[in-house]
């Protein structure tokens, strides 16, 4: 049998699904030839207990959001369907089926799955998939252990065992609401009092009678507290108003909450686990930052993130120190296509907000007026050498305090003077960069452990009260993590669907779906891919 283990991919006809396993060949072969052949999942021609344990990981992988023909399961299930005495041939199909199954699926628990580059994403911020070798490497000596051991590969976080908690329960619910019930759609934010069309649907979906005839569409008080009710399930703000969250929360079916805990899964196995003492952590798509420190969270608040034409990306960094005060140097982006059309209308614009223009960059730009540039007929590379500042101030849309946090993207943490923006439910409005409800709690969470003395609220009020720029840098890095989770728990620990504000779950859809060809969820019956060992 020795011999034939190490040349069993010979063996094997060439059509598609059986060239599967030759996954990774050269290590698979390499290992087979340090153990002199010797096989690990079957004994004489049946599988072994660990062979059970193993095939029965590979079958619960859809647990994991993975589909579980990834690591060959319905290849060997038909061969341990078939009931007749398997030859040699049959049982060492099985050997290489498990082994290349095995390599993959630790492999997939392990980080990325797909290209970082597909998502905008820079590679070296998440974690990547151990090398099959590797993979290979970390089989425990016990091998009866294969299933306890298999599960510790997984990320142990309390979020991500939540989601595969959720997961499971959607998928095994047999008596939840229909995946395709008839969407609701609105033309318009509907308040309570108000009459629209939709309302009877609404009534239906949330069963509220609707009382007399000549009432069915008005947004009466019983229909407005089941709105209320729905919304804080939802973990939505609980106004009463139906506009487009409300109709996202009506319209998520149950497959659509399967494909969406799955494609926050995979994000979540590009995170270590161990995290450092004290991070911060901002969710784009919740609009929600968190200070963490000792596994606990100190606070959060809400913060404003970049709208869809100018998204805030999704990347980890470090914290270097603290602005106060800041000026800000308009980006070329805003410059063009925000400041330029209101200098057209009125040249005194940068004056009236207190902004400074310089010919060039740097030391010795001179200082231009305004109101001398012909701003009608000015070229791209004209536009581009002018340099705009606003200084600190009431104007400046930095607000008091900028996080001073070196990144690629020139995304950053700051106040603003548009405070009102907090009180919104879709704080998408940005131009990129993470405006913060409370710039006070973070610039003293980042100072916290500064070298010389922490920082208190009494320090950054008098910094503040100079109205001058000051840089206060600190050799305690925190970490920043900008993420993009469209699932995430709320306070009750309640999972919460969010919208998907850039379309990245339907980018990372496209490109897991690219895997082998084989669907990421369900099969044209709209079933989770799963089965359970005999």
Known sequence: MTFIVIVAFSAF????????????????DQFYQQRDGEPLWIRGKRLNSAGKKLYGVLQESWMHGFNPDLYYVSEIRAILDNRNDPDVTSALRLEVLLTSGYMRYVQDLSGMRVNASDLDLRQEDWLQRIPAQEALALLPDDLDDIDDFLETRAPQTHTYQRLKQELT???EDQDGRAAHDAPIRISRTIYPGQEAKSILAIRQRLDVAEGLPENQYVYDAPLVAAVKEFQTQKGLDADGIIGTQTV???????VDKIRQIILNMERLRWIPDAKPDRFIVVNIPSARLWAIEDGAVAFSMPVVVGRKKRKTLSFITQTHGV??????????TIKKEDILPHLQE?????????????????????????????????????????????????????????ILMPN???????????????????????????????????????????????WTQDDTDALLKTGKLKDIYTDDHVPVY????????????????????????????????KLDGIPIIVDNDNKMLSASVD
Not at 13 to 28: D, H, T, W
Not at 248 to 254: I, L, P, V
């Open 13 to 28: 006809p060439a059509s598609p699904s059986e060239a599967k396993p030759l996954y990774a060949q050269a290590v698979f």
């Open 169 to 171: 329960t959607l998928v």
């Open 248 to 254: 996202f929360a009506f319209n998520h079916g149950k």
């Open 323 to 332: 602005r106060f005060n800041p000026t800000w140097t308009v980006p070329s």
């Open 346 to 402: 009125n040249p005194a614009y940068l004056t009236d907000k207190g902004m400074e223009l310089f010919d060039g960059y740097g030391r010795d730009a001179l200082t231009l007026d305004p109101q001398s540039v012909d701003w009608e007929n000015i070229s791209k590379d004209q536009l581009e050498h002018l340099n705009m500042v606003q200084v600190p101030g009431a104007h400046n849309p930095l607000g008091r305090i900028r």
């Open 408 to 454: 690629a993207y020139n995304i950053y943490l700051h106040d603003t003077n548009e405070k009102s923006l907090f009180g919104k439910s879709n704080r998408a409005q940005s131009s990129g960069c993470v405006r913060m409800k409370d710039p006070d709690k973070v610039a003293i969470f980042t100072l916290k452990n500064r070298r010389g003395g922490g």
């Open 482 to 513: 900008l993420l993009y989770y469209t699932v995430w728990l709320d306070e009750r620990d309640q999972v919460i669907y969010g919208q998907d504000i850039y379309d990245g779950d339907q980018a990372l859809f496209h490109a897991l779906e």
